[in-house]
C-alpha cells in the first residue's frame, strides 16, 4: 500500500462535490445542509486559489480516499477539515491525513467538532490536540 498527498487541483472539484454531500459528512459538519453544485464549484476554485487557503487529497494506491483543508481564519488560527470516502473509514486514514499534512502548516491548527462527532474527536485526541467544550456541544480542539 502506497499513501501520498498532493495539493487539489481543479480536476477535484467534481470528486469533493460528491464527498461533501455524503449523508455521513452532512450529519457531522456544522452546516448540514447539502451543497448545491453552482455554490460548491465557485466556493472550490476560491479555495484553490485563495493563500490563506489549502486542500490536500489523500490517496491509496494512486486512488483518492480522502481531503484535508486548512483555512487561515482572522484569529490567526488555521481552522482544519478532512474527510474520508466512507469505503475507506475506520481504518486510520483519517489520523494519517492530518499527519501527513500538518507539518505543512506553519501556526496554530484549530478543528471545531460536533460533540457527538466521536471518531472525529478520537482522531484529533491521538494527534495531541487540546480539547475545549465550547458552546452548544461543539469541541474546540487547538494543535501548537
Known amino acids: 500500500m502506497i499513501l501520498n498527498i498532493r495539493k ?3 480536476e477535484d472539484c467534481s470528486l469533493l462535490f460528491k464527498w461533501v454531500n455524503n ?5 457531522n459538519v456544522l452546516n448540514p445542509e447539502r451543497i448545491n453544485w453552482t455554490k460548491h464549484e465557485s466556493w472550490f476554485r476560491k479555495k484553490i486559489d485563495d493563500p490563506n487557503s489549502v486542500i490536500y487529497i489523500l490517496e491509496k494506491d494512486n486512488y483518492p480516499i480522502g481531503q484535508v483543508r486548512y483555512d487561515r481564519n482572522e484569529e490567526d488560527f488555521w481552522d482544519i477539515d478532512f474527510f474520508i470516502d466512507p469505503n475507506f473509514r475506520s481504518l486510520g ?6 499527519e501527513l499534512t500538518l507539518g505543512e502548516i506553519t501556526g496554530s491548527v484549530r478543528a471545531l467538532v460536533k460533540k457527538d462527532n466521536v471518531v472525529s474527536r478520537k482522531v484529533f485526541e491521538k494527534l495531541g490536540f487540546q480539547g475545549l467544550e465550547s458552546k452548544e456541544g461543539i469541541f474546540q480542539y487547538i494543535f501548537r
Not at 23 to 27: A, G, P, Q
Not at 93 to 98: C, D, Q, T
Open 8 to 10: 487539489a487541483t481543479e
Open 23 to 27: 449523508e455521513d459528512v452532512r450529519k
Open 93 to 98: 486514514f483519517g489520523k494519517k491525513i492530518i
